[in-house]
């Protein structure tokens, strides 16, 4: 089935260690999303690529980056996690906004 | 800056009851989509609204959009235990142009159980 896969589900990381998170997706959609969700908090966006353009929110503190070295794969680099970069990290991909978002599971990061 | 308000934000429901979940949003748009996350779990995409007026139902669920009104609404008929779940509404908004950002902004989540 074409799906969004997100690697690893479960990641833990040291405090201040680089960690990346990935993401595929098999629908050939041209936009990618990365939210950050907390416990009991809502998806915030944090970036997001239109094919190869890199759009970042204003808000996404620098600590946070991304590379989509093609259509089909997307990270998520996290330079020096923080206690409070513990989350959710969702990847989403759309082709049209009004054909919906298809999310991955997810990745829980633990920052210990 | 655009506001996505539910409400209520915890909903206690007894099985076979009937009740509504409100989403209101402060700045135009003609897009919004319904979400489902179980614990610990992804988003699970219920509906996409995106017309003044759209109506869709899925089983015991329907959702509404009054763009006019910036308001959804989620209503459940007669819940079930496996109902229970958190229920998330999002907007997509358009700039000037009347193109999409094609970026949701959630509102904060409406925690849901279902009690024999």
């Known amino acids: 089935d074409a799906m969004v896969i997100q690697n690893p589900r479960y990641q833990v990381t040291q405090f201040g260690k680089p960690v990346t998170l990935s993401c595929s997706q098999t629908l050939n959609h041209n936009v990618m999303y990365w939210y950050q969700q907390k416990s009991s908090q809502a998806p915030k966006l944090l970036f997001h690529?239109?094919?190869?353009?890199?759009?970042n929110e204003a808000d996404t503190p620098d600590n946070f980056q991304s590379r989509r070295p093609n259509t089909s794969f997307c990270f998520l680099d996290i330079r020096s996690p923080g206690l409070g970069d513990a989350a959710m990290y969702l990847c989403?991909?759309?082709?049209?906004?009004?054909?919906?978002?298809?999310f991955g599971s997810g990745t829980r990061l633990t920052v210990v | 800056e655009l506001k996505v308000e539910q409400n209520p934000l915890f909903l206690s429901m007894q099985e076979g009851k009937n009740y509504t979940i409100y989403c209101n949003y402060s700045t135009t748009s003609d897009r919004l989509y319904w979400y489902r996350q179980d614990p610990g779990k992804s988003l699970e995409s219920l509906f996409v609204?995106?017309?003044?007026?759209a109506v869709k139902q899925e089983g015991r669920l329907m959702a509404s959009l009054d763009t006019k009104a910036r308001l959804s609404t989620l209503h459940i008929t007669a819940a079930v235990h496996d109902l229970s779940a958190t229920y998330f509404c999002a907007v997509d908004i358009r700039n000037a142009g009347g193109t999409s950002y094609g970026k949701l902004t959630f509102g904060q989540g409406t925690i849901l159980t279902v009690h024999p």
């Open positions: 609204l995106l017309s003044n007026g």
């Open positions: 989403a991909t759309s082709s049209r906004p009004e054909r919906g978002y298809t």
């Open positions: 690529y239109y094919d190869k353009d890199f759009n």
